[in-house]
């Protein structure tokens, strides 16, 4: 059982900004992610509303650059799926499918993942435009109609062609990004329509929900109370709904930092107060 003061889970932008500002604070945290560094940032075609980046940087690139940062300040990190936490006796438990941890400050940034579980075939159909991006040649669908269609569709027609399927007629992704895709030709969107032909691959960019399967009941029962006495911090994407933008969850990343340290520093001032 490893022992830490301060667990992270989630390396997307939110978990990577709270670890670098503890760390910045001289508390060293320990970061755990479930896929790679960067988070659900690696799909996204271009982000064109992140401070610093006027031409707009790729999501590939900035998941790149998150994890530099990471190692810069020499946060330890490790890559591992937790499947059960809880919080018990002062502490949380955390358990992954090969060890066990445990933590007086949790932070939550687990972000999202697909509402809709695809049956079928799982070579052929996917929820993320990351594994496809070394396809060449290929006929894709794309079922959706926001922010991520468009963009995933993006990532894709540079080698491959496109069809977005709507399955309505509202188009719900922002009108800057509509009107470049517009202008692919090797894009494709049709309306009130579902995929009847043969594709080589199949993306369902259908809405996401927050990834929180790992709490037990009794954890997530009783999240806001532990919320309010600082101890439990929920950030990022996991908790802004609709709202996921890489600039809000680093935001809440620093925020979070900010508010553990003050944690800190008023329980070490209680215990002097008290001389435990």
């Known amino acids: 059982m490893l022992k830490e003061q301060v667990i992270i889970i989630g390396g997307g932008p939110a978990g990577v900004a709270c670890a670098v500002q503890l760390k910045r604070y001289g508390i060293d945290p320990l970061l755990l992610e479930k896929n790679s560094i960067g988070g659900l940032v690696r799909n996204a075609w271009r982000l064109d509303n992140y401070p610093g980046f006027p031409d707009g940087i790729s999501g590939e690139e900035l998941a790149v650059k998150i994890k530099a940062h990471l190692e810069r300040f020499d946060i330890r990190y490790s890559i591992c799926d937790i499947r059960y936490s809880n919080y018990f006796n002062g502490q949380f438990v955390l358990q992954s499918n090969e060890k066990e941890y445990i933590c007086k400050y949790l932070v939550v940034a687990s972000g999202t993942k697909a509402k809709y579980v695809v049956p079928g075939n ?45 399955r309505g007629s509202r188009i719900k992704c922002v009108p800057a990004l509509l009107e470049i895709a517009k202008k692919q030709e090797k894009i494709s969107y049709h309306e009130n329509s579902v995929p ?33 006495q600082g101890l439990l911090y929920i950030i990022g994407d996991v908790k802004n709904g609709r709202v996921r933008q890489v600039s809000v969850a680093t935001g809440d990343g620093i925020r979070a930092a900010m508010a553990i340290r003050e944690k800190i520093l008023e329980d070490e001032s209680n215990q002097q107060d008290t001389g435990t």
Do not use: W
């Open 196 to 228: 009847s032909d043969s594709f080589d691959y199949t993306i369902f960019a259908t809405g996401r929900e927050a990834e929180l399967g790992y709490l037990s009941p009794e954890l997530e029962e009783n999240c806001q109370q532990l919320e309010k």
């Open 122 to 166: 799982e070579a052929t159909f996917f929820t993320e435009v990351f594994p496809l991006r070394g396809m060449k040649g290929m006929s894709i669908a794309i079922v959706g109609a926001g922010d991520a269609a468009f963009d995933y569709a993006m990532t894709l027609s540079t080698h491959n062609d496109v069809h977005i399927f709507n």
